[in-house]
């Protein structure tokens, strides 16, 4: 079964109604995100539990029509929407509704609440659950292309085909825990996720590398240059970075030119139009007019020495236990960079409003009492079976030692 191809918009507002009463949804989408601003939308796959359709975005009777059936089940907290890996759904949805999803369920997030690795692959995850093959892979395809293949639509359908029943499967799965924990876990870092995405598309200069090393005064010129190079894009529909890398930007901010002369001479300044030579300048002469008082904070800076590798090593090891005993993988509650800023935390005093994410919401349930007793000195490995998923047992220390 490829999926019944939907390219008339009453078809798509009846199916949107169908799925309502049923309250729930698979979803995947096909895009293309080289050439314009924003990836552009080529394909929606939606599954109910039993049927598929393939949605065409580009067709006029869709394109034309004033509303979005599918996007707006999604920003529907009575409808839950099964995808795996949310990022890019959740913005779709956001872009064409201006809400957040409203019941969103990501099988590779419950996945790694449930003893597998994180991330992991669609089609691993469908083998390894439900003993399925997903066909070869067509992402590399053009999806703007029309018609498309059968080999598209057929990949396309696979890509929704077993959403909604890993969902039943991992959903059964949590409610065997007391309290349904698990499920609340999920839950949690779910709507973690969909905040940082909102704030990932505000603050994305601060994620610039370099930028954490520039003084408050370049980081302001950092934010209006990074201003002025995604309204451009926005109006010329092209991806952000043709109009000045990344790199560029950084190099303006921290020299802050005041002149064409001095905009000149910053290296790599080729790339961008000597027509948006002034446009750049007067981002840059907004920086320089901000009062002290209101200027950007630099990045919070864990201070103090850098903690010992083995320390590291060491936490990293009782991680790794305390996320075995949950059968949750490691990769997803954190890594080295969040135990360094746990030991930074510990060694300056531990300051209530700078709590480490490793010891707050669900992963502090994993993890934060096993770490915190060994920063104290309270916590001792052991190999328990070598040859076991799990070698290490967590143990205290023996008295006197």
């Not at 029309?146 to 890993?166: E, F, N």
Request: proline share 6%.
């Amino acid at each position: 079964m490829n999926g019944q191809l939907l390219d008339r918009h009453e078809d798509v507002v009846e199916l949107a109604d169908r799925i309502r009463a049923d309250g729930v949804m698979g979803l995947d989408t096909e895009f293309i995100s080289e050439r314009t601003y924003q990836p552009q939308l080529a394909l929606l796959q939606v599954s109910t539990r039993d049927e598929i359709f393939l949605i065409d975005p580009l067709a006029d009777h869709i394109q034309e029509a004033p509303d979005q059936p599918i996007w707006d089940l999604m920003a529907d907290a009575s409808v839950r929407t099964v995808v795996h890996s949310l990022d890019q759904e959740a913005q779709f949805c956001v872009q064409r509704t201006g809400k957040a999803p409203g019941d969103l369920f990501d099988v590779q997030l419950a996945a790694a609440f449930s003893g597998h690795y994180y991330p992991i692959a669609y089609d691993k995850l469908v083998g390894r659950e439900l003993r399925r093959g997903v066909g070869p892979s067509q992402s590399r395809t053009n999806w703007l292309q029309r018609p498309l293949t059968s080999a598209q639509c057929r990949y396309a359908a696979d890509d929704v085909r077993w959403l909604i029943g890993l969902h039943d499967r991992f959903l059964s799965r949590m409610s065997e825990d007391p309290g349904q924990w698990r499920f609340d876990w999920l839950r949690e870092e779910t709507e973690a996720r969909l905040g940082r995405l909102s704030r990932r598309e505000t603050e994305r200069w601060r994620r610039l590398s370099g930028a954490n090393k520039l003084p408050p005064r370049s980081l302001a010129a950092l934010r209006e240059l990074s201003s002025w190079r995604e309204s451009v894009a926005s109006e010329r529909n092209v991806p952000f970075r043709r109009i000045a890398s990344d790199d560029l930007l950084v190099a303006i901010a921290s020299t802050r030119p005041t002149s064409t002369a001095e905009l000149s001479s910053v290296r790599g300044i080729g790339q961008i139009k000597q027509a948006y030579f002034a446009d750049v300048l007067g981002a840059v002469e907004s920086a320089l007019a901000i009062p002290d008082a209101e200027l950007p904070a630099r990045a919070s800076r864990h201070h103090g020495g850098k903690p010992s590798r083995m320390v590291v090593l060491f936490l990293e090891s009782v991680l790794a236990a305390a996320c075995a005993t949950h059968e949750i993988d490691p990769d997803l509650v954190g890594g080295s960079s969040q135990l360094r800023a746990l030991v930074s935390w510990n060694e300056n005093g531990r300051p209530a409003e700078r709590r480490p994410g490793l010891i707050t919401g669900w992963r502090g349930e994993v993890c934060g009492e096993p770490l915190l007793d060994a920063l104290e000195g309270r916590i001792s490995l052991r190999i328990n079976d070598p040859l076991s998923a799990n070698p290490l047992a967590v143990g205290g220390l023996p008295s006197g030692s």
